[in-house]
């Protein structure tokens, strides 16, 4: 028979459970060494969204053209084309790589980032971004977003209207990068964003010589939150298979529910990284003339203006939530994964195609919430 004092017991041996289970995560995919192109699809041809003057290459075509390979120091490289003329085409599109993940990932999973270089030059765009099936209406999450010469990265999100981040009033007791903007909402100041910028080292020639560093992305029910860490300030759980977001200090960049209720603005994501060059951010005389001299354009056609147009990843992780029945090593069972073909899908709806299966939250959700029955049962018998 149940009593109260039993079942209080009970309750709070529970909570105590979930607490832990809480700051405990999974690994689910990881992008590294011989093995970082396994569950990407490549995008291939021109820029669509942006229209950056590059053409994305097939994984055919990259590698043949050594646009992606794993280097000596057994990090991966991604890299825009830095041997071909475009001299006297009018119409030339510089080869580029732009990569969309075969999987969506949503609140519960934990990403990294660790990158020794960023692309960056006049001109260059890249990006590890994510966005929700249909773009810009389910949502944009920019970790890393560069622009030609600029010495910082800024992260933002990109939503309907609705979603803000909180003012400069509250700013600096969530966070500890610089607030830009608040408001997420895609058609104000041109698709702006809510953005944070992120001081030090964060991008750029100063983002390589001092060894780069790691972006940190943890999505729970509380909010959407950002790290950057130095190439020296990396904490020393990162790395490792048991990374724990609660014992790393205030975000570089947050967003919490208070704000911007992800649950409504934020559909499950699919990971991109890309490169771009111009098009309607780089190439926007008003931007383009910040940090470079000239017209943006007019660098394309030389293949030397690219020499540092590349990203090489030490590796991207993913991770989910786990300490229940649900976890696995099975990947397709921790975060609901999207099938593409071979030949690469839309940037304007690339996990449209995605299978409609529980994400690890649903699963854990279920999974807790069965454990506590059994808990229950037996501190109550």
């Given at each position: 028979m149940f009593t109260l004092d039993?079942?209080?017991?009970?309750?709070?041996?529970?909570?105590?459970?979930?607490?832990?289970?809480?700051?405990?995560?999974?690994?689910?995919?990881?992008?590294?060494?011989?093995?970082?192109?396994?569950?990407?699809?490549?995008?291939?041809?021109?820029?669509?969204?942006?229209?950056?003057n590059v053409l994305f290459q097939t994984q055919q075509q990259a590698?043949?053209?050594?646009l992606t390979f794993l280097n000596s120091a057994g990090?991966?490289?991604?890299?825009?084309?830095n041997t071909t003329s475009g001299a006297n085409d009018p119409n030339?599109?510089?080869?580029?790589?732009?990569?969309?993940?075969?999987?969506?990932?949503?609140?519960?999973?934990?990403?990294?980032?660790?990158?020794?270089?960023l692309p960056f030059g006049c001109s260059v765009w890249p990006a590890f971004w994510s966005q929700g099936p249909v773009w810009p209406d389910d949502g944009e999450i920019d970790i890393m977003?560069?622009?030609?010469?600029?010495p910082q990265n800024e992260i933002s999100l990109h939503t309907l209207d609705g979603c803000t981040h909180p003012d400069n009033a509250s700013s600096s007791s969530i966070e500890t990068g610089d607030l830009i903007s608040?408001?997420?909402?895609n058609q104000t100041n041109g698709n702006q964003g809510c953005i944070v910028e992120v001081p030090g080292n964060s991008y750029g020639q100063n983002f390589a010589s001092s060894g780069g560093g790691v972006y940190a992305l943890n999505w729970n029910t509380s909010g959407i939150y950002a790290w950057f860490f130095p190439r020296g300030s990396i904490p020393s759980d990162l790395p490792t298979d048991?990374?724990?977001?609660?014992g790393w200090g205030l975000p570089t960049a947050a967003y919490p529910t208070s704000s911007c209720n992800a649950a409504e603005f934020i559909k499950p994501q699919t990971l991109i990284l890309d490169i771009t060059i111009c098009g309607n951010f780089a190439g926007i005389p008003s931007v383009f003339s910040q940090t470079c001299s000239g017209t943006c354009t007019d660098l394309v056609p030389t293949a030397s203006n690219y020499d540092n147009a590349y990203f090489e990843i030490s590796y991207i992780r993913v991770f989910a939530q786990s300490g229940t029945a649900a976890a696995s090593s099975d990947s397709s069972a921790v975060v609901a994964a999207t099938s593409t073909g071979a030949g690469g899908a839309t940037s304007t709806g690339s996990s449209s195609g995605a299978v409609r299966g529980w994400s690890l939250t649903s699963y854990s959700l279920f999974a807790v919430f069965v454990l506590e029955l059994v808990g229950v049962f037996f501190l109550t018998r």
């Open positions: 039993a079942l209080g017991l009970g309750v709070v041996a529970l909570a105590s459970i979930r607490g832990v289970q809480a700051a405990s995560f999974e690994i689910a995919f990881n992008h590294s060494g011989e093995n970082f192109l396994d569950n990407w699809t490549f995008y291939n041809g021109i820029d669509t969204n942006n229209t950056g590698q043949q053209e050594q990090n991966f490289i991604i890299k825009v084309d030339f599109g510089r080869p580029s790589v732009k990569l969309l993940s075969n999987y969506t990932f949503t609140a519960g999973n934990l990403i990294l980032f660790d990158a020794v270089h977003e560069g622009v030609n010469m600029a608040t408001d997420c909402f048991s990374p724990n977001p609660d």
